[in-house]
């Protein structure tokens, strides 16, 4: 008995030791974005030798610096906006769909074709798409990168809010017809309120993946529309210096402000109880 | 001015929802579909088409391919190298080969981190949920650079392992394979561990402790009533780690000196301009790779779980 104790008690340790390195392995590359950017030197170097706010002074006086942050913001809301109105559109028909008893044919087409752009891997993607808009003359444009970054963001949203109406009550739409109310008022009345928070945790996944993405955004854009991913992926070639990092400890705490809201609006583990 | 606004909007909703009333049901669901419909198919599908229609058009000299040419040149090209075991076999195999190195790694880190978060409470599970959450948010082509200046022969690891006198001399792991895979790992770890956190969060525990009653110990149980449970999100896991992974283009690009088949193909269009063939590497590339999904779907499914893609 006491064997079984003492090997429970080993099973403790190590399963805590695991999951401490594991913590430490998902932190520790911020922690060295976070403290090189305070670095002196115009090389990164962990831990850095001496520290200064002087990248922070660069970073707000390169205009190239802050149209990439303004460009990112740009494509993100876009990309947040077109994916959650195709995403939230599309689960809400497809639920209505099978609601009403139909065959399903087109939702059953349809879950595979949203879903397969994910499976794709983005240099494929990128270059399909460059090819194409280069065609269509979206070459260049911000709309070109919006349109690729909805194609990874809308799987999401898509399956957030298929998760989110498959838990809703059906029956108060129903109720709400029997009541006289027309399918739009009985949608923004009924339905919207019981997924508002699912709406916007989709929108939030849809930025944040926008925000993220490089490889396609790196063949769609121009000096004009570069993102922040591209031009540091441009900077990191050349370049050593620390202002990659100032850029990224200013993406975390916009994140963590982010993610702050998210959590005051929902809780945190709903959101990833959410990302199925 | 808002009088007049709060007229005609009624108005665009009331002949709007006229129209609607007027559909049965199931034309409904189609219309609201139709915008994500037309957004696939003029965004993902016609797209896809001109891919594969330039890959059996006949290459070129003066432009990237010959237009309106039909030839099956790219493709005989492609698995004429791949056969004779050239450079292209050799990138496309690396390509794989570190997509189910990094899948491995990947599948068996999250789905014990996704259990730790699970059987955690309060302060520690918010820390660990925010951990999978925080890397996320920060620009990917930052956070994989981010272990150059640990993994690198001068980096704090080495110097951490040589000061601590277990190494005589640095290890390169960067630019290397080794820093290639731990970036590639450190890229899809937050996402398998969210696909399979978010099945054990619903999952019935009662059942564990169950098995616990019966006898079975803290391992066993894991394995033989955790796991099954678990399988759904194993499956989202090990295929989005696969498919991101043979395709990964930043890991690989910022921490090993290796090509894989993402940055060959770069090189083909931007370098060489051979469209044809890079197209034709990239649908056969794209036809293994979902061979190779196929593969992971047939064996993690033995193992039990329904899957459903919805």
Request: aromatic letters at 10%.
């Amino acid at each position: 008995m006491s064997s079984t104790l003492h090997r429970e008690r080993l099973e403790d340790v190590a399963f805590r030791a695991g999951y401490a390195a594991v913590l430490a392995f998902l932190l520790l590359p911020l922690v060295v974005v976070v403290v090189t950017s305070f670095s002196k030197a115009g090389r990164i170097a962990f831990p850095p030798e001496s520290y200064s706010l002087v990248w922070y002074g660069e970073f707000l006086q390169s205009a190239r610096w802050i149209g990439a942050f303004v460009n990112s913001l740009v494509v993100g809301v876009g990309t947040a906006l077109l994916a959650t109105l195709l995403g939230v559109l599309g689960a809400f028909g497809q639920e209505l769909e099978a609601d009403a008893g139909g065959d399903g044919i087109v939702g059953a087409v349809l879950v595979p074709i949203v879903l397969l752009p994910l499976l794709v891997p983005p240099v494929i993607l990128g270059i399909t798409l460059l090819l194409y808009f280069n065609e269509v003359g979206l070459r260049g444009s911000y709309t070109s990168i919006v349109l690729a970054h909805t194609l990874w963001a809308t799987p999401l949203v898509y399956f957030v809010m298929r998760s989110v109406f498959s838990r809703f009550d059906w029956q108060q739409l129903d109720a709400a017809h029997d009541l006289g109310a027309g399918p739009v008022r009985s949608f923004v009345h009924v339905v919207l309120p019981n997924v508002k928070h699912g709406i916007f945790v989709g929108g939030l996944l849809a930025f944040i993946i926008s925000l993220q993405e490089f490889v396609m955004a790196l063949f769609l854009s121009t000096p004009s529309t570069e993102t922040i991913p591209v031009l540091a992926w441009t900077e990191i070639r050349q370049a050593l210096d620390p202002m990659v990092s100032v850029v990224s400890t200013f993406l975390i705490v916009i994140s963590v402000a982010a993610i702050a809201l998210a959590a005051l609006v929902t809780n945190l583990e709903w959101v990833s109880r959410q990302l199925s | 001015m808002t009088g007049a606004n709060s007229q005609t909007l009624p108005t665009a909703l009331a002949s709007l929802q006229e129209r609607l009333v007027g559909e049965s049901a199931s034309r409904r669901a189609l219309l609201l579909m139709a915008p994500l419909i037309a957004f696939e198919l003029l965004v993902f599908v016609i797209p896809f088409a001109t891919l594969l229609r330039i890959s059996v058009a006949a290459p070129s000299s003066e432009a990237v391919y010959a237009e309106g040419t039909w030839s099956l040149e790219a493709y005989s090209e492609v698995f004429g190298d791949l056969l004779a075991g050239d450079l292209l076999l050799g990138i496309v195999g690396y390509s794989f080969l570190i997509g189910t190195v990094v899948t491995v790694l990947t599948v068996v880190i999250a789905l014990f981190y996704a259990y730790a978060i699970r059987r955690s409470s309060g302060l520690v599970k918010s820390l660990l949920l925010f951990s999978v959450v925080l890397p996320l948010l920060t620009t990917l082509v930052i956070r994989t650079y981010a272990f150059t200046p640990l993994l690198s022969p001068t980096g704090t690891i080495n110097e951490l392992l040589l000061s601590a006198g277990l190494l005589s001399e640095p290890i390169q792991f960067v630019p290397n394979t080794v820093g290639a895979v731990v970036g590639q790992v450190y890229i899809v770890l937050p996402y398998a561990v969210l696909a399979i956190y978010s099945v054990l969060a619903t999952m019935d525990w009662d059942v564990v402790e169950a098995a616990r009653d019966l006898g079975a110990s803290r391992p066993r149980a894991v394995v033989e009533v955790v796991l099954p449970q678990a399988m759904p999100g194993i499956i989202v896991a090990s295929v989005i780690s696969f498919a991101w992974s043979v395709g990964a283009y930043a890991a690989p690009g910022l921490l090993s000196d290796d090509l894989t088949f993402a940055i060959y193909v770069e090189q083909l269009i931007l370098g060489d301009l051979r469209y044809p063939t890079a197209a034709a590497l990239s649908v056969v590339t794209m036809g293994l790779m979902l061979a190779g999904i196929g593969i992971i779907f047939a064996v993690l499914d033995r193992f039990g779980g329904e899957f459903d893609l919805a």
